[in-house]
């Protein structure tokens, strides 16, 4: 390379880190100042001087935190003016592609100095939660709140537990067992082993925030302190989340960084590198055996380098849990016993959410600059086994061109078709993979089983308490489970389930769904020997037929009621929260029963007899309209047992009936009678006991006798009166009124009228 090229080659000329550790986690500060002070210290780093000079500013996106605009923020703290501002994707592989577009902006003349940065203070968060504190953090974004894993999965995984990533890696990592010829033994050995030589780079680094030494035997070995999660992993193999960490690069040209007065052997260089992912879906992908775009990523990017495996002196491969670091190893030929962190790894050192890879970056520039290696490799993985990007750092200049590739298209042209995923299956099958969860007790509690039918499709299923051999094998650890025979059958509680034996009898429904006629749907929650509880089959399968009932065309009104006579609702199951299982009576979409939040678009009418107390008073104020016997009594009694009606009531009583009435009704805890509910309007009709079904289902007959587009479009408009301005509501309206003018059912409405003639609605 001559002069005049290596004059535009760009090199990380600074780096920065923070650690926040005050004794009273809650007292931690915000992301914002631990970004701040990061880049602070590498302009330390670099000599100072180069705050002024940046001119890109790129920072990792938060878990803890929604800023309005936080690369904006951080400039104007650092006092950066001019500067572009970039926000990065969520992933952990984020931080190695942005440091490559960095590089590749000064390459092409576009970039002088550019920073690259990002931060969590999760640690600090949580705290905060858990002592009933919001954080009175900087700038809050209007609309956005803090990341959620379960935006980031299908709603089949989200409804079976596959949700959060310490449920979907052993996914991977029990297939790959199966799939290498492991015991379980042996596999955990090497994941031991691993992360163990991890722990020693996490002791050797002063930012890290354990940064304990820890043999393989304790990372495996099961503990008061190192419990397991989901089978097969512990507390100690996965990443430490909860933790307050800053990092920040500073990426310039040699030439620039040279006449700064930064001495050559400070200077570390940035070669290619290549990026590309699986499909988002998890569940859409072919097999668990290996990870085709982490084998692409990983070999291209020493091909674009001119490089072996065996020319790298140090490699950071991601590990927040064992199995990426095991299939990285493999492509690389890399020992068992191989250093593969430079940092510590996600679980010693600490997982910053999506940052952990600038921490790898400035652990590295450490390690080239003591000499320790002459070339390093980095590997950043996002999502589940998703996103990958990679990346070579060096002592000296490259040889060759610099290039980040996207290999996205090159990648889908070779890989192997997914299975179909059926949602709807009974009868034999094989288990694929699998994971058991266990309660903070060290039990195990549910199995997620993905099997595959005899024409190999897969189907996600559960393994329950009525399972419980089948979960007893399937964490047994002398027998492989993988490619085991069982049966899937439908266990009536939202879920298909996975047994080595089907069961001998089925516990009944909670939740019946019957049809009447053709355009009326009748929901029963039918739990009467448990007052029509809320327990989380019950939300399930109320999620379900909400979505069903939206998604038939035929239907056009639900109704919803309880068995028995006696009881409406009793609201949440208490005997479920005494198990551990309250989270699960809230949907990660609908909300509590599956219900009270859901985004729904026809009306749903409840039909109430007897006591509907608490979350059963929520249920009915859910519903659009509301039929109630004499024997209905409603309130919201949470005050007298320390609890809030926060399953909606305490906003959608005093939208139905007088503020000041609501109020009383919140405060005291008192119920009021079929007769004062209905003279409040907090119910529509009031009817004898046997008459109930049959006017609920009249009402309901005169709302499908009518335009369903137009209803629907109704409906929704009605239900935002609260929510939205006059302005907005305005254009609601207009905008559902032009989307029926093309409709079969405008032109019907008119032409039936004339014609004197009853109208054909085809909800179209």
Known sequence: MNTAARERVPVIVAIGEY????????????PVELLQEAVLAADRD??????????????????????????????????????????????????????LDAALDIVRGQSEVSLLCGAEAVRTMGALLSQGRKPAWSDPHPSKGPL???????????????????????LYENACRAHWQQSFAESQAESGLIFAKNSEAAARNPYSWSGRSMSAEEVVTPSKDNRPLYWPYQKYMVANVAVNQAAAVIVTTRERALAMGVPEDQLVYIWSGAGAHEPYDFLQRAHYQHSPALELVLQRTLALNG?????????????????????????????????TSVCGGLTMFGGPGNNYMTH????????????????????????????HHAAVLARRPPTQPLRNEDLQAELEAQQAPAPALLEDYSGPARIETYTVSFTPGGKPDRGIVLARTPDGQRVVTRVTELERDTLQFLIDGTQEAIGREGHIYDGNDGWLHFGLQPPAQLPPAPVRFERHGAHIAVITLDRPEK???????????????????????????????????????????????????????????????????AKRIKPWIAAVSGSALGGGTELSLACDLTVATRSASFGLPEVKRSLIAAA?????????????????????????????????????????????????????????????????ASRLICASAFEQSDAELAQLSGEKFMSLLGTADFAEGPRAFLEKRKPVWQGR
Not at 74 to 96: D, M, N
Not at 149 to 167: I, N
Not at 534 to 540: C, S
Request: aromatic share 6%; hydrophobic share 45%.
């Open 531 to 597: 007052r029509n509880a809320v327990n989380a089959a019950v939300t399930r399968l109320l999620a379900r037929y909400v979505r069903l009932v939206d998604e038939d065309p035929q239907i056009r009104v639900a109704i919803l009621q309880g068995a028995g006579g006696k009881v409406f609702c009793a609201g949440a199951d208490l005997g479920e929260i005494a198990a551990g299982r309250g989270l699960e009576l809230n949907h990660s979409r609908n909300g509590f029963a599956g219900f009270v939040n």
């Open 148 to 170: 959620n894993a379960e935006d980031h999965v299908s709603r089949l995984a989200a409804d079976y537990g596959l949700s959060s990533p310490v449920a979907i890696y052993p």
């Open 46 to 99: 670099g000599g100072g001087g180069w705050l002024r000079q940046i001119d890109t500013i790129r920072v990792v996106d938060l878990f803890c935190w929604a800023y309005r605009n936080l690369p904006e923020l951080l400039a104007q703290r650092l006092r950066i003016r001019g500067a572009e501002h970039i926000q990065g994707p969520i992933g952990g592989e984020t931080p190695v592609r942005m440091m």
């Open 360 to 387: 790898a970056i400035t652990a590295m520039v450490r390690a080239l600059r003591a000499g320790e290696g002459r070339l390093g490799l980095l590997h950043g993985n996002g999502e589940f086994v998703t996103k």
């Open 19 to 30: 650690l926040d550790k005050p004794r009273n986690p809650a007292e931690g500060r915000e």
């Open 648 to 712: 909606g009531g305490l906003y959608r009583l005093p939208r139905s009936i007088p503020p000041r009435v609501a109020m009383a009704m919140i405060l005291s805890g008192e119920a009021v009678g079929a007769e004062q509910a209905l003279s409040l309007g907090l119910i529509n009709e009031l009817v004898d006991e046997e008459q109930l079904s049959a006017r609920a289902l009249a009402l309901a007959q005169s709302i499908a006798d009518n335009a369903p587009l137009a209803v629907q």
């Open 307 to 339: 490089l072996a495996a065996r020319d790298l002196d140090l490699f950071e491969l991601y590990s927040c849990f064992p199995i990426v670091p095991k299939l990285a190893r493999r492509v690389l030929g890399l020992a068992a016993d191989a250093q």
